[in-house]
């Protein structure tokens, strides 16, 4: 029998992309032009009417998660077996035979939800494992947990408030009404917020170190307990949930090495994701993760060991998953200097600020094997940078990627639409910003660029009174206004955007043709968002000969 079945994600990222994006994407023979795409049909001919953008449809390797990994090797030392479901959506008949064969517990983490109509999805899926095998205890657990935990607690402490006008908020009877109408807005999205709603979930594990609560609830149905008095548990019980006693945990970091050599062959050619810790020191306003998870920091010993695991096993491609790689400039030259001093002839890519970046470290970047950096830009406007908390500015940006370029490095850099203070102004210079990227010629790497309309996380430091007072905030998750724009107009923006921005190419979710070298990645993809805005521009016969021909 089967210890855990654990449930990774419900469906595929690029099945759950938000319409905002889906015009951004070239389709070719109905399909996703993504670089695999556009190499397949290379050597056939090209239908010119096939750019229409029914029904696309595309083959993605998707990046490897850490989660059931790091799961599966902490279960495994505690003698207790799983096995991993990636996706439930791809793999439901597999899981119905397993369930038929018998399993102890199912396990289906959260981490991986869409921001919009998460708890939906979760209790969509509850209600059809419960209808395969409803004896069966279902636990949840992951980041929409965390967040619906400290959501809930703001609501019951009512310090969750600048959600609605203030003369609703302020009346003892209507402010009554407000904070049940807030709850039940926020059960599509989160957990915890509606025990009837909820009812399919046996146990909701509350602390971020999940693993530990997932071994003892095993520990107990093994030895014939109930579970249900496992510490760190919510268990819905009519509208609300009984909670178990809160322990404290932690996990030394330092010791929970990942041994990579039984997982090399599922990675198929995939960066590996490792982690160097937990948390991010800075508050940015728009972020919600900064108080969610304690900070934890594992020793380069630790990292380095787990490194070697993965080279001697042959495999040398590497995704350092953390929010943020190094907290400063010495952090992060500590760290490059230490992946060369034991030369392991990584390619890797990361999360990091762009003020730890300068020509220093860009070349230690690139000796350590670092061939790709994501940055959190946001907005290419000072003003709006300075409301976000961000506590960089646009020039100190660009010239961070200007270094990256110069040492060959490739970035991502992603930007928030609508935050308070977007207006026609920081949306020009936004544009301009992400158009003065290093491009075509003028650049050594390539460089590509992802617009996010904002969301109003619960979380987030701009959600707390005194900034949606500051900015006349009101609305939460994907619905909201303020004093210079509303999520409606922050959609219509990305749009515009995306038609203006000249140069470099707009985010795909696709691989990267190892054979390929940056400068035919960087003329294909740059040819492709071209195509796609002619497109948009009413163009439905453009002419793919040039790009097919830059693929071959």
Known sequence: MIDVLFITQLQRRENMESDVYKDFRLIVDGKV????????????????????????EQAILTPAVLTPIYMNEFLKKHGIAMVEIPFLEDDYERVINYLKDGVRVIALSTTWLTAINGANQIRKAARR?????????????GMNVT?????RKLILERELTGIFPKWIEKNNFTQGLSLGLLKRILSRHFLLMDGHADRDLNGIVLNDLGETTLKSIVDSIKAGKDFRDTPNLAIPEGSDYHFTDSKEVDIDLDSQIVDWTGYVPSLRGREAPVRRGT???????????????????????????????????????????DDNLAFNKRQLIDFTKAIIAEKLDLSWSSLLRADTIDSETATLLKESGCKEIRLGVESGDPEVLKNMNKGTDPEQVLNAIHHLDSAGVITQNSFVVGFPGECSRSLDNTASFISSLPSGDNARAFHRYALFPLMVSPLSPVARPEMREKFALKGVAGSWSHSTMNSKEADKAVQELFLRIQGPSHMYTENLPDEWDNPKIKKVIELRDALQKERLRGNTNVNLDELMEAVK
């Open 279 to 321: 948390g991010c020191p800075y508050k940015c306003a728009f972020c919600d993760f900064p108080d969610l998870l304690k900070i934890r920091m594992r020793s380069m010993e630790s990292v380095i060991a787990e490194l070697t695991t993965l080279t001697k096993a042959g495999h040398r491609k590497v995704y350092f998953i």
């Open 33 to 56: 032009a993504t670089l695999d795409h556009l190499r397949n049909i290379a050597p056939e001919p090209i239908s010119r009417k096939a750019i229409s953008q029914d029904s696309a």
């Open 147 to 151: 967040k619906g935990l400290q959501i």
């Open 129 to 141: 494992l419960k209808s395969i095998s409803p004896h069966t205890p279902l636990i949840i657990g």
